[in-house]
T-cell receptor
Framework: NTKITQSPRYLILGRANKSLECEQH?????MYWYKQSAEKPPELMFL???????RNETVPSRFIPECPDSSKLLLHISAVDPEDSAVYFC?????????????FGEGSKLTVL | GEQVEQRPPHLSVREGDSAVIICTYT??????FFWYKQEPGAGLQLLMK?????EINEGQGFTVLLNKKDKQLSLNLTAAHPGDSAVYFC?????????????FGLGTRVSVFP
């Protein structure tokens, strides 16, 4: 799905700070960050609707989301931990009542040394 | 909140045979149901979305059955081929006026062997 782009696609970090970026060109109002650890399903981290944070699951405080506008979503990670190694998927969904239909990006794979 | 149980966790299928993956959910308000396929190192590919009360949907090489009475969703791979080797996730969502995301099952790793 090239209409949701994530960057970077791959990153390898020691205990550093980094930001993941996501942008969608679908005109959607809701944007999500999901974390998928190895051999696990995707788990919701954050959900924004119209730039408002409306779901904030149990996530370590070193993860800070930012939604500068409805089409863009950032995830700032400070002092990464080995347990943060995972693929981080961005997703978006259309405005209006919830249909459950999410459009996923291709993911950003984070490897923490 | 919603809980989704998916079984089996692993499935080994001979090429040409069929295989079934079953998800059981708990929330009676769940309304939208999805099957995703994830190949190694890849993203989530939507296979099918269903939301009628009891529905059989046919896709390319698979059938999806939703049984709301028993709160079960199943994916039947018919005549499996090597390209079906992947992890399959079911996912559910409520019908609401606001975005809320999906609850995923734990996944089933399918391996198709000759």
């Amino acid at each position: 799905n090239t209409k949701i782009t994530q960057s970077p696609r791959y990153l390898i970090l020691g205990r550093a700070n980094k930001s993941l970026e996501c942008e969608q060109h679908l005109g959607h109002n809701a944007m999500y960050w999901y974390k998928q650890s190895a051999e696990k399903p995707p788990e919701l981290m954050f959900l924004y609707n119209l730039k408002q944070l409306i779901r904030n699951e149990t996530v370590p405080s070193r993860f800070i989301p930012e939604c500068p506008d409805s089409s863009k979503l950032l995830l700032h990670i400070s002092a990464v931990d080995p347990e943060d190694s995972a693929v981080y998927f961005c997703a978006s969904s259309p405005p209006g009542h919830n249909t459950g239909q999410l459009y996923f990006g291709e993911g950003s794979k984070l490897t923490v040394l | 909140g919603e809980q989704v149980e998916q079984r089996p966790p692993h499935l080994s299928v001979r090429e040409g045979d069929s295989a079934v993956i079953i998800c059981t959910y708990t929330d009676p308000n769940s309304y939208y149901f999805f099957w995703y396929k994830q190949e190694p190192g890849a993203g989530l590919q939507l296979l099918m979305k269903v939301f009628s009360s009891t529905e059989i949907n046919e896709g390319q090489g698979f059938t999806v059955l939703l049984n709301k009475k028993d709160k079960q969703l199943s994916l039947n791979l018919t005549a499996a081929h090597p390209g079906d080797s992947a992890v399959y996730f079911c996912a559910v969502s409520e019908r609401n006026n606001y975005a809320q995301g999906l609850t995923f099952g734990l996944g089933t790793r399918v391996s198709v062997f000759p």
